[in-house]
Structures are given as structure tokens and as C-alpha cells.
């Protein structure tokens, strides 16, 4: 039995859910959001910078910055330091994934928590809350579920290559002003980062699936480089980063997909909370044009508004991701030179 209709179900209640939710709901749809958790942004996996012109775009709280930050310091194999610009803010993602939902809730959407998408139906899709099992029924269902998401499982577009990260928050002994990034050839197919909060910061290793080092191992190399103490290491997380592009479709049927699910993050920096909620802003208003108007093609309208804004932007990251990873080098000096033709700090990133 159908518990309830909804015009849009979102799944996945993080920033391309939320953001996908406000838009919707904002546009007069009847909006229901079910999330997994428990609680909304928890537990964190993430490294928490987020650009500054993020801001604008949505319903921005001071409440939410732990620290201002202008530059990003790029640390290469044969020692050689780079300074560039990096205009942003490390955030505090939880309270950050929070106001999102709170700002799609006070325009009217539903939130469901514990509650896990399971399949789809002819009018919408299979739910299960604590024990419970029921139909909710949806005019369009919009993934924002995550690496491997459920959602893109029955679009049969699942399974994925993914960056493995694994992070520490740790007590800083002094204040810290940029980001910094790291480059090791053991870190293969990735690199570490320190992301200042304050008195603390978020460390992590993110490494390529297909070999070297594990993550714990490298996340224990990083500590150790930084000199890093464990009774500084205050909490762990990890995750899967999406590197390989943007899925092939993002739309089948009544069904789109956004942010991490859609696999729209960069593929060089793993950066992906602001695609999530431009993209979910785009997500939300082609699902209530359907869902309120029958408008046929406004969900591959959607496609092709997302793969206009972002899509050569990751077209080329994913150019630069795949001569990365065939030429990864052992040698620092080797390392170092491919590195300053792939990664984002340095001018030959623009070139082909």
C-alpha cells in the first residue's frame, strides 16, 4: 500500500539533495527527502573547503565558516613549494549539510530519516523506515545518494571508479593560515591534504583503488611527514571519491541523478560540493516542471543544462585524470614534472 504521494522524492539528504529539495519546493511541488542517517551530515567524510563564490548561490551562514582561507600551498615530490590562489572557506560540513536541509524544510519539503531506498515501482519507489516496509509513490525520483549510489544501481549506471580517502581530525600545536597539498609517489593516483578549522585540522590521503598503498598506509606516511603526534589525532573518517567523470546518463524515465551519484565531482581534486548544490539547484527545477506541469522534457532538459555549465570543465579534468594515472612515476623528479602538467595550481593544467 502507498503510504504517501509526493510530486519529487529526493534520495540522499546532503548538499545535492537538500539544494535539489529547496528549488523544488520553492517551485510548488510536493517535496519528500529520505536520508539513511540518523542524522543529517553525520558522520562527516569530507575535507570541508568549499570555493567562496559558493556563497552566493546559496542560503550562506557565517555560522557555518570554521576558517577563512586565500591560498593554497601545493607541496611537489622534488621539494619544490607553490603558492597559488584559492579564494574559500573550510567548513563546518555538518552544520553546513544541516542548514541546507533546514532551509528545504522551511519551504515545505519532508524530511524522512532512517529511511532507506530500496527499489523502484511503477509509481514511485520501495522505502524502509526502522522495521517498516512501504510504497511511497513519486511523479519523479531525484538520486543524491552518494558514491555508489542506490539510485544510479537501478539506472545500471553503479560501480565506478572511485579514489579511496581516508582522514584524521588533529589538534594543531600552531595556526595554519592556507591549505596545503601533498604529493608523494605513494600516494599513487591521488595526494594528501591539510585542511586548516581553526585549532584543529582535517589530514587525509585519498589514493587510486588500482595499487600502491593502502589509505591507512598513506594517511600514516602523511602523519609522519607532518610529524604529527598520535595523541594529536583526535577522530578518523574515510570515503569514496568519484574520479572517473560524470556518468554516461544522468536521466532514464521518471529518474535523474545529481552531485556524488551523478559523479559530477572534478576528477583531479575530488572538489564536490559545489557542483552538488548547483547541480541539485538544476535537479530540483526540472523535477517540479514535471511533476507540476507533464513537461516531457524537462528532465533531459536538466542533462543538458548541467553538462552545458560543467560538462568540459570535467571533460578535461578527466583528460588530465587518465595521463595521471598512466604515467604515475616513482620517481619524485619524474613525478614532480607530470605533476605540473596535471594538477590544477599550475598553468599547463589549461593545456591539452
Not at 588530465?320 to 599550475?346: G, M, N
Request: hydrophobic content about 45%; charged content about 15%.
Amino acid at each position: 500500500m502507498t503510504r504517501q504521494r509526493y510530486d519529487v522524492v529526493i534520495v540522499g539528504a546532503g548538499p545535492a539533495g537538500s539544494s535539489a529539495a529547496l528549488t523544488a519546493a520553492r517551485a510548488g511541488a510536493r517535496v519528500l527527502v529520505v536520508e539513511r542517517r540518523r542524522e543529517i551530515g553525520l558522520p562527516v567524510q569530507c575535507a570541508e573547503y568549499v570555493p567562496r563564490q559558493l556563497r552566493w548561490h546559496v542560503a550562506w551562514s557565517s555560522d557555518w565558516v570554521a576558517q577563512e582561507i586565500a591560498v593554497m600551498h601545493t607541496h611537489l615530490p622534488d621539494g619544490e613549494v607553490v603558492e597559488t590562489p584559492a579564494a574559500g572557506y573550510v567548513i563546518h560540513r555538518a552544520l553546513f549539510d544541516q542548514g541546507l536541509a533546514a532551509a528545504a524544510r522551511r519551504a515545505g519539503a519532508e524530511v524522512m530519516l532512517a529511511t532507506q531506498a530500496l527499489e523502484p515501482t511503477a509509481n514511485g519507489l520501495v522505502v524502509r523506515q526502522s522495521r517498516e516496509t512501504f510504497d511511497v509513490g513519486a511523479k519523479v525520483i531525484v538520486g543524491a545518494d552518494g558514491p555508489n549510489s542506490t539510485v544510479a544501481g537501478w539506472m545500471g549506471q553503479a560501480g565506478r571508479k572511485m579514489l579511496v580517502a581516508a582522514q584524521c581530525q588533529v589538534r594543531l600545536s600552531r595556526p595554519v593560515e592556507a591549505t596545503h597539498v601533498y604529493f608523494d609517489p605513494l600516494y599513487v593516483g591521488g595526494y594528501g591534504w591539510l585542511f586548516p578549522k581553526g585549532g584543529v585540522a582535517n589530514v587525509g590521503v585519498g589514493v587510486s583503488g588500482n595499487g600502491g598503498s593502502s589509505p591507512k598506509e598513506a594517511l600514516a606516511h602523511l602523519l609522519d611527514r607532518l610529524e604529527i603526534r598520535p595523541s594529536a589525532v583526535i577522530g578518523h573518517s574515510g570515503g569514496l571519491i568519484p574520479c572517473d567523470g560524470p556518468l554516461e546518463h544522468t536521466w532514464q524515465g521518471n529518474i535523474i541523478l545529481v552531485g556524488d551519484a551523478a559523479e559530477q565531482t572534478h576528477p583531479i581534486t575530488g572538489a564536490g560540493v559545489a557542483q552538488a548544490c548547483l547541480c541539485g539547484q538544476m535537479a530540483g527545477q526540472a523535477a517540479a516542471k514535471v511533476a507540476l506541469s507533464g513537461a516531457p522534457h524537462a528532465l533531459s532538459e536538466y542533462e543538458q543544462e548541467w553538462r552545458d555549465y560543467l560538462g568540459g570543465v570535467l571533460a578535461h579534468a578527466v583528460t588530465k585524470r587518465r595521463y595521471l594515472e598512466e604515467s604515475w612515476s616513482q620517481d619524485p623528479v619524474a613525478l614532480s614534472a607530470l605533476l605540473r602538467q596535471t594538477w590544477v595550481a599550475f598553468s599547463s593544467y589549461g593545456a591539452m
